[in-house]
Nanobody, 113 residues
Framework: QVQLVESGGGLVQPGGSLRLSCVAS????????MTWYRQAPGKERELVAR????????NYANFVKGRFTISRDNAKSTVYLQMNSLQPDDTAVYYC??????WGQGTQVTVSS
């Protein structure tokens, strides 16, 4: 049974930072493409960042603009999303995806003063 469990979301002020984590089980994590998506209220889900199995290939959405960093620890079956300089437009539920097939339950990120 595949499980992806996100954590690290919360309420943060504009300009603040959060670090999201996604722990995977039930998959061959070290060979899995991992992706962070987000979905804001009333909007479609969109890709935020993607990292391949050995971290050699990393892609970001244009709106990240150098503020977010995706990374992974294959020994811990965990993928991270470090988010800096957060803005209210970053408010969304952030989802972890594995192999373009499996989804976590999401973690809420709210950026507000």
């Amino acid at each position: 049974q595949v499980q992806l469990v996100e954590s690290g979301g919360g309420l943060v002020q504009p300009g603040g930072s959060l670090r999201l984590s996604c722990v995977a089980s039930g998959i061959a994590f070290s060979s899995s493409l991992m992706t962070w998506y987000r979905q804001a209220p009333g909007k479609e889900r969109e890709l935020v960042a993607r990292i391949n199995s050995n971290s050699f290939s990393i892609n970001y959405a244009n709106f990240v603009k150098g503020r977010f960093t995706i990374s992974r620890d294959n020994a811990k079956s965990t993928v991270y999303l470090q988010m800096n300089s957060l803005q209210p437009d970053d408010t969304a539920v952030y989802y972890c995806n594995a192999q373009d097939a499996f989804w976590g339950q999401g973690t809420q990120v709210t950026v507000s003063s």
